[in-house]
């Protein structure tokens, strides 16, 4: 019996990622989470990167807007990351709360959960948990802030400095 192999080059890593990376996965490595297929990476401090990649998919499931790439939501959650490696509870909090959303969501953990209303419903029974609270509180002054989303929304920024709202579209009533 002979075996016959075929002359050709193997999957690149480069190809490997490609084909894995369907959506918006990310890889955990090292003390880092990095999605190859968008071309970015976040270096963890104080947190597991399995935990920045939960709190990454979970604020995208709290604050959903399709248009927003997963880096953005990769920056609001950073500072849970720094803020955990300055206070030993916070991070205790944090930790412990991705470890009760795996338990929660199964076998394959939260980020594992297909289906965005699966993962929305576990959020709904813990939204009242300290931990939910610390996170959506934080994220929604971490993920609005930041100057480079203003446009996408259609926010031009504060006012103040241009002479207010009044005279710059407040009073255009030509809507009604």
């Known amino acids: 019996m002979t075996t016959v192999y075929e002359n050709a080059r193997g999957l690149s890593r480069r ?4 084909r894995g990376t369907v959506g918006a996965a ?7 989470v990095i999605c190859p297929r968008n071309a970015w990476a976040l270096e963890t401090v104080a947190l597991k990167p ?28 950073k500072g849970q990351d ?11 909090l944090l930790e412990e709360g991705v470890a009760d959303l795996d338990k929660r969501a199964g076998a394959g953990g939260y980020r594992g959960l297909g ?3 699966a ?8 939204e009242k948990t300290p ?26 920024g504060e006012s103040y400095s241009k ?3 009044i005279h710059r579209g407040f009073d255009d009533i030509e809507w009604l």
Do not use: C
């Open 50 to 77: 399995e935990t920045v990649a939960t709190l990454i998919r979970m604020a995208r499931d709290i604050y959903p807007h399709d248009q927003l790439a997963d880096r953005f939501y990769a920056i609001a959650v």
């Open 163 to 165: 002479g207010g709202y």
């Open 115 to 117: 289906w965005e209303d």
């Open 131 to 156: 931990f939910f609270q610390a996170i959506r509180g934080d994220l929604v002054v971490s993920l609005y802030n930041q100057k480079e989303l203003w446009p996408i929304f259609g926010y031009e």
């Open 119 to 126: 993962r929305v419903a576990i959020l709904r029974d813990i």
């Open 26 to 32: 990310l890889i955990i490595s090292g003390q880092a």
């Open 15 to 18: 190809e490997l990622l490609k």
């Open 82 to 92: 720094t803020l955990a490696g300055q206070n030993a509870a916070h991070k205790k």
